[in-house]
């Protein structure tokens, strides 16, 4: 007996108008008829508003929407019809289902804006119209956006996301210094993603660009001799392994910029920590080259560059030693500028371990909730008697830490942080206290406004620390690798001297 159109997606799950039409004309119902018993449906089976190419729609009963089924099914559903949602959903999913906004368009597939494609923006702009991707705000990163699909536990994603997206960072700069050290780019035009803005080749958006004047992608002008130069490329997805449904938005990308007349010719590059078969093959089949950390840098450096994204992940243990912090910094010294990122990544570890024989409880990044929103906490330091709030910037000792980021952490993360913990069961009668740490110098604006808040505390207590007494104050421990790793890499590393 032919099943209805309710009963098919009960028994084989969500899936394209397109497959109940084929089942029902299989059955021996004319195409004609099959169409028409699928647009009718009935009040149990939904459409999913997107638009595909031949009318076709993403049906699904109600108690089947938001499943686990639902997403796999509509992923596979959206990619068989080359969607430009199926690959924008493929690149959040190969990210943890989270990225910083502004990188959409560098990931999603689609391009800025171009003939015969929809845009970066109107793709996103549709996703977060029909709640399959949502947006938030996450305090030190700013704007973004995560699939529906995580909306109950969205904040489990946010420190494996910072985490990759800083490894990714420092490992683009390296690349950045690789590459114009052998010539590939040219010196200072070498542009890498940030969250203000991303490099672009035409109408595509990338991670990493750099003008090229290589013999292999320079081309020359008609009747002239002036040559006109190419470009190096290079997306970057630093995650266990990239898989060949995970390179699909590159590919479609890459293919957007190729089509495209009058466009240097590009040297490209995908960067992992490594690669499925079939991927490794689909890369250089197309021309791309797979490159893995361990290739670009060596083995030492790419073993601590996974390091740190276990570390800032929380997939190891929150308390680790000075020396592990050492390693870190020994094995990634070797990239220029990751001295300073290590510094503001770490320096929170470092507060914890010096806070470590005062309180019986250290808890890091922990996510406080108050009457105005949500904010991160550095470290927090729990005894019997105190709640103490540490706020660290681990800043180059030249660095100033100016009146606007101490007038943020006065009235808009300290409200939050003393809110939660007035809700605490535990921690509303004990003595709370906040305090700001930072490896660099205080603005003379800046300490006037600590010092003026300091002294006009009453229901809680105010301090502050530079670099003179943090020291001070890790010196004053028994813990001789913790002085160590601290005089070394925050208070007497060179690159404090520049």
């Known amino acids: 007996m032919t099943l209805s159109v309710l009963e098919y997606l009960k028994k084989n799950g969500p899936c394209l108008s397109s497959e109940v039409t084929e089942y029902l004309v299989s059955s021996g119902i004319s195409s004609d008829a099959a ?104 305090e030190g990163v700013g704007p973004c956006i995560y699939l529906g699909l995580h909306t109950n536990h969205v904040d489990e994603l946010i420190a494996p996301m910072r985490a990759r997206y800083n490894v990714e960072s420092i490992t683009l ?12 780019v040219s010196y200072n035009l070498a542009i890498t993603r940030s969250n203000q803005s991303n490099p672009t080749v035409s109408t595509t958006a990338w991670d990493l660009m750099g003008q090229s004047y290589l013999s292999p992608v320079v081309s020359f002008v008609s009747n002239t001799d002036k040559p006109k130069n190419g470009f190096v490329v290079c997306e970057i997805l630093l995650t266990e392994e990239v898989s060949e449904v995970d390179i699909l938005p590159f590919i479609q990308k890459l293919n957007a910029l190729r089509s495209l007349n009058n466009v240097g010719k590009q040297l490209v590059f995908f960067v992992a920590d490594s690669f499925s078969l079939n991927a490794l093959k689909k890369l250089k089949s197309i021309g791309v080259s797979p490159a ?63 806070m470590r024989a005062e309180f019986t409880h250290i808890e890091l990044n922990r996510v406080c909730q108050g009457l105005s929103g949500s904010k991160e906490a550095d470290v927090i330091c729990i005894s019997q008697s105190q709640v103490l709030f540490i706020e660290g910037k681990g800043y180059n000792i030249n660095r100033l830490v100016d009146i606007e980021t101490v007038d943020y952490w006065l009235t808009q993360q300290i409200p939050v942080f003393r809110q939660a913990a007035l809700n605490h069961s535990d921690w509303k009668t004990r003595k ?31 301090g502050f620390k530079d ?22 890499h925050f208070a007497k590393h060179p690159m404090n001297n520049k």
């Not at 740490?437 to 600590?450: N, V």
């Open 35 to 138: 169409r028409q018993r699928v647009s009718r449906g009935s009040k149990q089976v939904l459409r999913l508003d997107l638009s595909l190419p031949k009318r076709v729609k993403f049906l699904y009963t109600k108690e089947q929407s938001g499943t686990w089924a639902y997403w796999v099914n509509l992923q596979e559903a959206l990619l068989s019809t080359n969607s430009a949602y199926g690959f924008a959903i493929t690149a959040l999913r190969a990210r943890g289902g989270i990225m910083p906004k502004n990188f959409f368009e560098i990931a999603s597939g689609s391009p800025i804006k171009q003939k015969k494609h929809l845009s970066a923006s109107t793709v996103l702009s549709r996703l977060i119209s029909t709640n399959l991707v949502k947006e938030t705000t996450v």
């Open 173 to 184: 700069e390296g690349i950045k210094q690789w590459l114009q050290n052998l010539g590939f």
């Open 292 to 354: 893995t950390t361990k290739a670009i840098f060596d083995t030492e450096t790419a073993k601590g560059l996974r390091n740190l994204t276990e570390i800032l992940s929380n997939v190891i243990e929150k308390a680790i030693t000075p020396e592990k912090i050492d390693e870190i910094f020994k094995s990634l010294g070797k990239i220029e500028g990751a001295a300073n990122r290590l510094r503001g990544n770490l320096f929170e570890y470092v507060i914890a371990e010096t």
């Open 432 to 462: 709370m206290r906040f305090e700001f740490w930072s490896t660099g110098t205080f603005s003379d604006e800046a300490r006037t406004r600590l010092e003026e808040a300091e002294k006009q505390a009453s229901r809680y207590e105010i």
């Open 467 to 488: 670099m003179h007494l943090i020291k001070s104050k890790i010196q004053a421990t028994s813990n001789s690798a913790l002085k160590k790793t601290f005089e070394e």
